[in-house]
């Protein structure tokens, strides 16, 4: 099992940045993919991006050179730069960790979500 706690969410201008942030209570290495999802009122949870144990990444075409995603291993930390936010970006987002590597038929398992709100 991992917990996921995203932190970095809040107020932010049209064109600003955000960083977010999520830990894991084990060390990633062990789980095979995690990622960044989002949720707007009245819209199904998306996918933003996703790094995979190797390093690989995809992004959802709406963040396609505005969004970065990047782990540092030593912290057990998943991150997602924004740049150049729109409001259209807004949501809760949400960390994912698909599964464990040594227990894939468990998962996937969530954080508790940060509010991410872009406006003037």
């Known amino acids: 099992q991992v917990h996921l706690v995203e932190s970095g969410g809040g107020l932010v201008q049209p064109g600003g940045s955000l960083t977010l942030s999520c830990a894991a209570s084990?060390?990633?290495?062990?789980?095979?993919?995690m990622g960044w999802y989002r949720q707007a009122p009245g819209k199904q949870r998306e996918l933003v991006a996703a790094?995979?144990?190797?390093?690989?990444?995809n992004y959802a075409d709406s963040v396609k050179g505005r969004f970065t995603i990047s782990r540092d291993n030593a912290k057990n930390t998943v991150y997602l730069q924004m740049n150049s936010l729109k409001s259209e970006d807004t949501a809760v987002y949400y960390c994912?960790?698909?599964?464990?590597?040594?227990?894939?038929?468990?998962?996937?398992?969530w954080g508790q979500g940060t509010q991410v709100t872009v406006s003037s």
């Open positions: 994912n960790a698909d599964f464990i590597r040594s227990d894939p038929e468990r998962g996937p398992y």
């Open positions: 084990r060390s990633i290495f062990s789980i095979n993919a």
């Open positions: 790094i995979s144990g190797g390093g690989g990444t």
